[in-house]
C-alpha cells in the first residue's frame, strides 16, 4: 500500500519537473527572441523564429553581405545554441532595353517577377523581340507599369536605350523630330505617378531636319560663300553673282536661314566704312531676294573695318577685307541634339 503515494510522488514530482523545464524554455525563449530581434533591428525585413536556443532567419536582404551580418549577430546573442539563415537576397533590379535598325528590341536584365513581362512579352510579340530576363529583385512598385511606359516610349524613337533600376528611369535615344520628343517627354510627365519614387531622366536627340539634296550642297557652297568687292563700291560685281546665285539655290534645297556679315578696308574713317559695309549687306541681301530667297530667311549686319581677315598693309590683303560672306544657319541646329529633361517623380505630385 505504502507503494502507491510514492508513485503518486514521482509522478506529481514530474509534472512539477515539467512545467518547470516548459516555463524555464519559454522564459529563455522569449529572452532569445528580444535580444535576437534587437540585434537584427537595423534590418526591418528579417524575421526571427526561436526554438528553445535555437534560432531560424527568414525574410528578406538586399545584399549577400546584409545576410551574413544578420547571422553574426543573432549568433553573437548570449544563449543561442545555434542558427540556421535563411534569409532570401534580393538581386538588384536593372531592366535594360535598346532598339535600332540592327539588332531590333533587345530587353535583358533582372527584374521582380514574372507577372511584370507577362503583359510585356504578349504586346511585344510580333515585334519578335530578344528577352533574356532573370527575376528575383526587390518587387517595385507598378513595375509591370513601369516596364510598359518605357519601352513604348523607347519605341517613338529612332533608336535608343532604356534602363530601370530601383533608383532611376532613363530613356536615350533619337527622335525624328522635335513634336515626337516632345511627345514622349510629356507622356512621362502626365506618367508620373506611376513611375514614382524613381527620377525620370529623357536624354532625347533630335534627327536633323537637313534633306539630302541639302546635305550635298551644303560642303562645296560654304566653301565659295565669299563676295569680294571693288574699292569704296557696295555695287556687286558681275563676277561675284555666281556666288551669290549658288547660295540662294541652296536656300532652296535646305529649311534654314543666311546669316549676311559684311566689312570694309581701313581705307577711310571707321563711320564711312560702317557704313560702306552696311550698304554692301543690303546689296547682297537684295540679289538673294531677287534669286528667289525670302526676306524672312535673311539676317544682315555691316561690321565696317572692325574684322579684317587680312593684313591691310597691301592692295592684295584689302582685297580680301572688302568682303561679304554668306554664312547658312540652320534651324534646328546641333545643339538641339542634346535635350534633356529631367522629371522627379518625387516632386511632381
Known amino acids: 500500500m505504502r507503494l502507491i503515494p510514492a508513485v503518486i510522488l514521482s509522478a506529481l514530482l514530474a509534472v512539477v519537473y515539467w512545467i518547470g523545464a516548459t516555463v524555464f524554455t519559454d522564459r529563455i525563449e522569449r529572452d532569445i527572441t528580444e535580444r535576437s530581434h534587437a540585434a537584427v533591428a537595423m534590418l526591418p525585413e528579417v524575421d526571427v523564429n526561436v526554438d528553445g536556443r535555437d534560432v531560424t532567419l527568414t525574410g528578406n536582404v538586399n545584399t549577400a553581405s546584409e545576410r551574413n551580418e544578420a547571422e553574426h549577430r543573432v549568433d553573437s546573442v548570449w544563449g543561442v545554441r545555434a542558427s540556421q539563415n535563411e534569409l532570401n537576397v534580393f538581386k538588384p533590379y536593372n531592366f535594360n532595353a535598346s532598339n535600332n535598325a540592327n539588332d531590333g528590341l533587345k530587353i535583358v536584365g533582372t527584374i521582380d517577377n514574372e507577372n511584370s513581362m507577362a503583359e510585356l512579352r504578349t504586346s511585344l510579340a510580333p515585334l519578335s523581340p530578344t528577352i533574356d530576363v532573370d527575376y528575383g529583385a526587390r518587387p517595385m512598385v507598378k513595375s509591370a507599369e513601369k516596364l ?156 565696317g573695318e572692325t574684322r579684317p581677315v587680312a593684313s591691310n598693309e597691301s592692295t592684295n590683303d584689302k582685297t580680301y577685307n572688302r568682303r561679304v560672306e554668306m554664312q547658312y544657319v540652320h534651324d534646328n541646329p546641333v545643339p538641339n541634339q542634346h535635350q534633356e529633361a529631367i522629371i522627379s517623380s518625387q516632386s511632381a505630385e
Do not use: W
Not at 571707321?270 to 534669286?291: F, K, W
Open 148 to 303: 510598359k511606359i518605357g519601352t513604348g516610349s523607347l519605341l517613338l524613337l529612332n533608336h535608343g536605350d532604356l534602363k530601370i533600376d530601383d533608383k532611376e528611369f532613363v530613356l536615350n535615344g533619337l527622335a525624328a523630330d522635335e513634336e515626337v520628343r516632345s511627345t514622349i517627354v510629356n507622356s512621362l510627365i502626365d506618367k508620373h505617378a506611376s513611375l514614382a519614387p524613381l527620377d525620370v531622366v529623357a536624354n532625347i536627340d533630335v534627327a536633323s531636319t537637313l534633306t539630302q539634296a541639302c546635305r550635298n550642297q551644303l560642303d562645296s557652297v560654304l566653301d565659295n560663300n565669299t563676295v569680294l568687292f571693288d574699292v569704296a563700291r557696295y555695287d556687286i560685281p558681275e563676277s561675284q553673282n555666281a556666288i551669290i546665285a549658288e547660295f540662294a539655290t541652296l536656300m532652296q534645297h535646305c529649311p534654314g536661314s543666311v546669316l549676311i556679315e559684311a566689312h570694309a578696308d581701313h581705307d577711310g574713317s571707321e563711320t564711312y566704312n560702317l557704313d560702306l559695309s552696311q550698304r554692301r549687306a543690303m546689296a547682297v541681301a537684295a540679289q538673294l531676294i531677287r534669286n528667289g530667297v525670302a526676306t524672312t530667311r535673311i539676317e544682315s549686319f555691316g561690321y
